[in-house]
């Protein structure tokens, strides 16, 4: 089943305790995104990655990592998570454009 | 950044109606897409149409485009219980694959 994984999906951490949400897609996509769901906010995308070993900024990219290694990984990574990185995270994939966005199920992170 | 407004925030109908969501953008676009999302799960493609389309049907879905206004509309037709959720709108612009999305629509429909 064509399909985008997202671990864990729910998370609740300290602030300043490094932690990773990885992302993994099964249909060799090229485009990665990972996007950050807050009420009134709508999704803002923090990175994406057109293909391996290249990534770059969304629209709030402060606060994140993610590194592209192989095709189907994209790991967000928090070096020192803070309250306001509480959020619904979701993973995306897509084949290049014109193609729709397949999403994860999402992660729900709270930061303490 | 937000491209996309949606219109209106919330929205409740009986089954059987027929539900309109709005959704307006800023900046000249490729195609705008939508999106929806039962609660807390991830989001699911629904349709995309194209800068130069300006209707899209599929299934009870109608779609429709105004780029003159930077304007579209997401009409489903003969609603049911199962189409509650969130409706999101999605634009794509310039040479980049970056969805940019609305605040969406929240739609309830009662049985």
């Known amino acids: 089943e064509a399909q985008v994984t997202q671990n864990p999906r729910y998370l609740i951490t300290v602030t300043g305790k490094k932690l990773t949400v990885t992302c993994s897609q099964n249909?060799?996509?090229?485009?990665m995104s990972w996007y950050r769901q807050d009420p009134g906010l709508g999704l803002r995308q923090i990175y994406y990655?057109?293909?391996?070993?290249?990534?770059d900024k969304g629209d709030v990219p402060e606060g994140y990592k993610v590194s592209r290694k192989e095709k189907r990984n994209f790991p967000l990574i928090l070096e020192s998570p803070s309250p306001n990185q509480t959020s619904l995270y979701f993973c995306?994939?897509?084949?290049?454009?014109?193609?729709?966005?397949?999403f994860g199920p999402g992660t729900r992170l709270t930061v303490t | 950044s937000q491209q996309g407004e949606e219109d209106p925030q919330a929205l409740s109908i009986q089954e059987g109606e027929n539900a309109t969501m709005n959704c307006s953008y800023k900046?000249?676009?490729?195609?705008l897409q939508w999106y929806r999302q039962n609660s807390g799960r991830g989001l699911v493609h629904l349709i995309l149409?194209?800068?130069?389309?300006r209707e899209k049907h599929s299934g009870r879905l109608r779609v429709t485009l105004d780029t003159s206004k930077k304007s579209s509309s997401l009409l489903i037709t003969a609603s049911r219980a199962a189409d509650t959720a969130s409706y999101f709108c999605?634009?794509?612009?310039?040479?980049?694959?970056?969805?940019?999305f609305g605040t969406g629509t929240r739609l309830q429909v009662f049985p």
């Open positions: 995306a994939s897509k084949e290049t454009n014109p193609y729709e966005q397949y």
């Open positions: 249909m060799n996509h090229e485009y």
């Open positions: 990655s057109m293909n391996v070993e290249v990534t």
């Open positions: 900046t000249s676009i490729n195609n």
């Open positions: 149409i194209r800068s130069n389309e």
């Open positions: 999605a634009t794509v612009s310039g040479n980049t694959d970056k969805l940019i």
